[in-house]
């Protein structure tokens, strides 16, 4: 594109340089195609701003799944590919399951927003997608940019989810049963069940890096596994209070005694 000629310029201080850029200024376009949003809007929205006007979440989640399931280790045994591939497709064909993802992700990001120190400043999160060399230099333009620092934003809490339904081999429990889907999105969406911000799941770290290290047995009722673990977690404090009582009123009382009376505490329970 021919912008400016240097009459000055390098053909008459460097006679003996002759090419087709001399005395010329080079202008490089990276795209072409018109932004769906121009800078000055993206630059005053919200993260969950963009995603209800620019990223189709739903196609994000899909795109997504393949990377989600490279990022897992299996210590007891190794996931069959076409096995794998075979779940991502059902998932992706499920309207209802990809919905429940969907709201999980960005009740998530809802979250980061209003936890941010900046929340009130809309401008904040584009600062830091600025700041990332690496990202800015993948993408041709900063519009293009800020769209995929939200489609990563979306990746991780989808990982997260995947991990967890994989963890307690609860895939089963929705395609199974069509009368159990409810009960499976409905516990699926209980903070008791499933906590996306949960120390309890890793953060996706390249491929495998993230092991399971035990495969559950397919289980028919949804999420069994995670509530055994919850009522395990109630007995023990339970149990914890009952001796620590019976301590306090009998500090002399034998164990065989103490193990008799906590398993009647259990029962009546």
Known sequence: ???????????SNFPWQFNFLCG?????????????????????MSI??????TVNVGNVIREKLLWCFSCLSYTDQTKDVKETLELIRRITES??????????????????EVGDDFANNKVAWQVSV???????????????????????????????????L??????????????QKAVWKTMFCNPLIFDVRSETLPEPNGVESCPIQKTLPLLEF?????????????????????REKLIAEQPSIESAEM????????LDR
């Open 95 to 112: 309207p209802k399951l990809i919905d429940c993802f969907c709201r999980t992700v960005l009740q998530d990001i809802q979250k980061d």
């Open 259 to 266: 193990t008799a009376k906590l398993t009647q505490v259990l």
């Open 222 to 242: 949804p999420f069994f596994s995670k509530l055994f673990d919850i009522i395990e977690e109630q007995l023990k404090c339970l149990l914890a209070d009952a």
């Open 48 to 53: 969950e701003d963009i995603c209800a006007q």
């Open 24 to 44: 010329w200024q080079q202008v490089t376009l990276d795209v072409l195609e018109k932004p769906e949003l121009l800078i000055e809007e993206l630059i005053k």
């Open 166 to 179: 994989e963890r307690h081999n609860a895939w089963n429990s929705f395609f199974s049963q069509a009368q």
């Open 1 to 11: 594109m021919e912008r400016d000629q240097n009459v000055e310029g390098m053909t």
């Open 130 to 164: 600025a700041c990332e060399h690496e990202l800015l230099v993948e993408c041709a333009s900063f519009n293009y940019a800020l769209v995929e620092y939200v489609k990563r934003k979306i990746g991780q809490p989808l990982f997260k989810i995947v991990f967890f």
